[in-house]
């Protein structure tokens, strides 16, 4: 008897074979399968309404068209087997969809942390933009933005600004506070005092009176028109790890200095760029208001918070502070005439020894108004810094000389409490008409109770002075070297 019913393609004797129906099928629920992926499911949605308690009920129905997959899947037919070169049957003609590819899961951008060391780099060619516009190293550029939150208005001094959210302000000295980042470490010793202030923060200095501003050591206008305005630090701000350097800071390029609007007035803005080492180099920015003499410094402060040291500038207001304006003139006619003071043997950012090792360098005074100086008194002492011996007056130690024709004149190393120190070149007075020069040698050596940083020389030409009364400067010039053990 011939057997009617379709032959299964393959099979095998009496095992059951597939007939094109069930491939077809088959195909089909597979493809119906695998739709359903993981990104599809959810869970079902909450009873809205009371739920009443039924009974079970077992009965389960079942749709057409898969009770009678379902049956074609019991049923086997058998008989003689076909040839096995017979065409195979059309592939369904279903369409499957393809099942969506997962979804990759966003990396989070990470956030800047006190114990995040930053990666420092030796290629300062490869530059972004700072919070102005101007470059810096895009090494350590990230995109994490600043704290979202309501700034905080801080005043000293007749000066106020916004605090960004997230920072914290810290008073250091009379005249300084510290901006600190929210990175800062918390570790007071890491960043509490001016010295220490960066690089994980930004310092806000504001000068009151003449004295002040005649006898600060850094920030000031000088320092902005300086190549090497940034080379007061005693450690190199590489962040997370500063660190003493062993060889003085090298400048990498040209100081870029602008003019930008800040306190609704004209400053001068210098940023430099420097290494400590291969591999370890920082930025610094200085801002100032030179008729008010105020101050934003921020060196080595991380790509991260620029944003915040940019508000911080932004918000600054001056109106309340006022300027400190110049010295009161003396009846001497000469107060008015200028001295220009350079020096000879130290390089700005140099390294001296405290080792014992006598350094020697010239002074040179030279008259550049139109008024004869009948005399002139020549003036070089040390001012305190980080290595400064700990006393209750701090004072520098090691020795200052002054060379008086074939002998050495031993000179105060700092000021001390009193105004002894400012007599010591009263017998070395000289005269200077328009356009004439001195030159004194000095020579210079650093203790070893003196400790590392950098320590401020500061020389200067005087009237002549007895201790008694004003100090009359007419003219100054400061060198900061770099005093290794």
């Not at 940023?271 to 591999?279: F, I, L, N, R, Y």
């Amino acid at each position: 008897m011939t057997d009617k019913l379709p032959r299964r393609s393959g099979g095998d004797g009496d095992e059951p074979a597939e007939t094109p129906t069930e491939r077809l099928l088959r195909e089909a629920l597979g493809a119906r399968a695998a739709l359903v992926t993981a990104n599809s499911l959810r869970p079902a949605a909450p009873p809205k309404n009371r739920i009443r308690r039924l009974r079970p009920v077992y009965t389960v129905a079942v749709p057409f068209g898969l009770a009678a997959a379902m049956a074609l899947g019991v049923l086997t037919f058998h008989g003689e087997p076909v040839a096995h070169d017979q065409v195979p049957p059309p592939a369904a003609t279903l369409t499957a969809v393809p099942s969506p590819s997962p979804t990759a899961e966003p990396t989070p951008t990470p956030s800047a942390t006190p114990t995040d060391a930053g990666t420092p780099t030796g290629d300062p060619e490869t530059d972004v933009p700072l919070a102005d516009g101007t470059p810096t190293s895009a090494a350590s550029a990230t995109n994490t933005p600043p704290p979202v939150g309501p700034s905080t208005p801080y005043s000293f001094r007749g000066v106020k600004f916004k605090v960004p959210a997230g920072w914290k302000a810290v008073q250091t000295a009379d005249n300084t506070v510290c901006v600190l980042s929210p990175g800062a470490p918390t570790d007071p010793q890491q960043g509490w005092t001016q010295g220490r202030c960066v690089p994980y923060g930004v310092l806000v200095v504001a000068y009151n009176g003449p004295d002040e501003t005649e006898h600060a050591i850094w920030p000031t206008t000088g320092d902005l028109a300086s190549d090497s305005g940034w080379s007061h630090e005693p450690s190199c701000p590489v962040w997370g790890r500063p660190y003493i350097p062993t060889a003085p800071y090298t400048s990498v390029g040209t100081a870029v200095r602008t003019r930008p609007t800040v306190a609704g007035k004209t400053a001068d803005k210098t940023q430099w760029k420097a290494t400590c080492k291969p591999g370890d180099s920082f930025t610094a920015q200085m801002w100032g208001l030179s008729s008010d003499q105020v101050f934003v410094v921020a060196n080595g402060l991380k790509d991260d918070y620029q944003a915040g040291l940019q508000s911080i500038v932004n918000s600054l207001d001056v109106s309340g502070h006022k300027a400190p304006g110049a010295a009161t003139p003396s009846a001497d006619p000469v107060t008015s005439t200028t001295v220009a003071v350079t020096q000879a043997g130290f390089l700005p950012g140099g390294m001296v020894s405290a080792t014992d090792r006598p350094v020697t360098f010239s002074v040179t005074y030279r008259n550049t108004g139109t008024a004869n100086l009948p005399s002139v008194q020549p003036l070089v002492f040390t001012d305190p810094y980080p290595g400064t011996p700990d006393s209750p007056i701090p004072m520098n130690a090691g020795k200052l000389e002054r060379q008086d024709g074939g002998t050495w004149t031993q000179l105060s190393m700092s000021p001390g409490s009193g105004m002894d120190y400012a007599t010591g070149g009263k017998s070395a007075t000289f005269p200077l008409a328009p356009g004439a020069s001195h030159t004194v040698t000095y020579r210079l050596t650093i203790d070893p109770a003196d400790g590392p940083g950098i320590i401020p020389v500061r020389m200067q030409a005087t009237l002549p002075y007895d201790g008694s009364g004003r100090l009359t400067v007419i003219g100054e010039a400061i060198v900061r070297e770099n005093v290794v053990k």
